[in-house]
């Protein structure tokens, strides 16, 4: 079993970044990849970035390299720096991890609104 709690989310302006945090607690040794997606009202889950136990990250093209994920193994925690917010960046944002089982978290609201 693998437990995920998802934290850092929260209302900013356009043009505005955040930073999400996911700690991971369980199964550890057994998560190949960490992943961030997200969910806005009316539309399907959708992958944000993903990275491996290797390092190797993936991003959604839609994102024009504004976030940036990374995982600081040291403290089993999975971060999501998101930058230059844009309203359609509005949803509720999960972690996963997968073993290849996937857990998810209860999920982040972020907000982008003036």
């Known amino acids: 079993q693998v437990q995920l709690v998802e934290s850092g989310g929260g209302l900013v302006q356009p043009g505005g970044s955040l930073r999400l945090s996911c700690a991971v607690s369980?199964?550890?040794?057994?998560?190949?990849?960490w992943g961030w997606y997200r969910q806005a009202p009316g539309n399907q889950r959708e992958l944000v970035a993903t990275v491996t136990r290797g390092g190797s990250t993936n991003y959604a093209d839609s994102l024009e390299g504004r976030f940036t994920i990374s995982r600081d193994a040291a403290k089993n925690t999975v971060y999501l720096q998101m930058n230059n917010l844009k309203p359609e960046d509005t949803a509720v944002y999960y972690c996963?991890?997968?073993?290849?089982?996937?857990?998810w978290g209860q999920g982040t609201q972020v907000t982008v609104s003036s």
């Open positions: 369980g199964s550890i040794v057994r998560i190949y990849t």
């Open positions: 996963n991890a997968r073993t290849p089982k996937d857990y």
